[in-house]
């Protein structure tokens, strides 16, 4: 069963940085098109970036140009490195293959303090 971990979260002041990481059980990273999302209560789980097997990323546009996401598939872990951060990036922070295709692991929250 693939397993995925989400970590590295934490509180910060606006301004301030922070990378996620995902560990991966289960050799999807060889395979699948991955990505990360971020929830707020009361909301939809919203996609924040994406990355395919080669490295090719794409952004939500309230993200591009701050945060950048990259992957290393011999490892199975998968980052978001995260600058220049807003009180409105405060969410729980999920990774998972594009279009949610695994199980969804526990997240890691992020808070950004204004």
């Known amino acids: 069963q693939v397993q995925l971990v989400e970590s590295g979260g934490g509180l910060v002041q606006a301004g301030g940085s922070l990378r996620l990481s995902c560990a991966a059980s289960g050799g999807i990273f060889g395979v699948n098109w991955m990505a990360w999302y971020r929830q707020v209560p009361g909301k939809q789980r919203e996609l924040v970036a994406d990355?395919?097997?080669?490295?090719?990323?794409d952004y939500e546009d309230s993200v591009k140009g701050r945060f950048t996401i990259s992957r290393d598939n011999a490892k199975n872990i998968m980052y978001l490195q995260m600058n220049s951060l807003k009180p409105e990036d405060t969410a729980v922070y999920y990774c998972?293959?594009?279009?949610?295709?695994?199980?969804w692991g526990q997240g890691t929250q992020v808070t950004v303090s204004s």
């Open positions: 998972n293959a594009r279009g949610g295709g695994y199980s």
């Open positions: 990355i395919t097997y080669n490295g090719r990323a």
